[in-house]
């Protein structure tokens, strides 16, 4: 495996490949849930590079960025048992004086973009650079950042990429438990606590068909065991908020804290 940490460099390496290119992006300290994304990609494409860095447009002021799991040695042991081609672990992908990032409409300023503001514009323009270093036929995320992947999906169209963007399940812990780099800062207590929102999201799966959006979020409020529940939003799948639920264009989104640790889940009904 190629260990990669320039653009220009990564670039030449993929023009020197013959061969489709699957492309998975991550900010590092890989866990399962990557490895899914890395596993399809290796199964889908005869190359397949993934992307470590932590993007620092993407995090507010005051948010974690400082204290963002790494562990650079485990993530290329991890790549290279897989069998990822090259890894892309750049330094830094901005200049200061940047004049043409990916800023986006309302979408990205509702749910998790209301509670992050700006979020989204580093999102999408830390995922078109990498897209345009790493030109791949494919490219995999997680279902787990649901709003995320819709926005990165309708990026792509918008701006008329070859690329194909994927989506993939969210893979749990055996209890349920949604699978993220920010689960280590959980103590017991709170691991504990944060499989309410497994449970809560459950709950609205199991009684979708006879409780109305009001009774279910009702209801979520006496399951739910976070510090702070910041929101529980009923969408379709293009994140415009709906009164009813629709049979497969349905997404339920819930975000929150534990002490300062902010988790989010989803279910796709
Ligand atoms: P991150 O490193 O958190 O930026 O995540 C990199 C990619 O992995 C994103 O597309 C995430 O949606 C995806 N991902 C994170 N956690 C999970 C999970 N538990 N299951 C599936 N995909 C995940």
Redesign the pocket.
């Known amino acids: 495996m190629q260990v990669i940490e320039n653009a220009q460099d990564l670039k030449k390496f993929r023009k020197s490949l013959d061969s489709d290119v699957g492309f ?11 490895k ?2 890395i596993k399809r990609s290796i199964e889908q494409n005869p190359y397949t590079i993934v992307s470590v860095y932590v993007n620092p447009t993407q995090f507010l002021e005051g948010e974690d960025l400082d204290q963002y799991p790494k562990d650079v040695e485990a993530d290329i042991k991890i790549c290279e048992d897989l069998g990822v081609d090259a890894l892309f672990l750049p330094q830094n992908l901005y200049t200061k004086d940047e004049i043409s990032l990916v800023a986006p409409k309302v979408k990205g300023y509702v749910l998790e973009g209301h509670f992050r503001p700006g979020h989204f514009n580093g999102v999408l323009s830390v995922v078109m650079k990498l897209l345009n270093i790493v030109n791949p036929q494919k490219a ?6 649901a709003q ?2 819709i926005l990165i999906r309708q990026m792509a169209k918008d701006l008329f990429l070859d690329t194909k963007i994927i989506g ?5 812990d055996e209890d349920g438990l ?4 920010r689960n280590i800062y959980l103590n017991p207590l709170q691991r504990k606590k944060a499989l309410s929102l497994y449970k809560s999201l459950q709950f609205i799966q199991n009684n979708i068909n006879s409780l109305s959006f009001e009774q279910l979020t009702k209801e979520i409020y006496s399951i739910i065991e976070l510090d702070e529940l910041q929101y529980i939003a009923f969408t379709d799948y293009k994140l415009q908020k709906i009164k009813q639920y629709k049979k497969d264009d349905t997404l339920v989104t819930m975000a929150g804290f534990l002490g300062t640790t902010r988790l989010i889940d989803n279910l796709w009904l």
């Open positions: 998975v992006p991550t900010m590092g300290a890989l866990h399962e849930g990557h899914s994304l995999y995320f997680g279902k787990k950042d995320q992947y993939l399940p969210t893979l749990r949604a699978k993220s780099s």
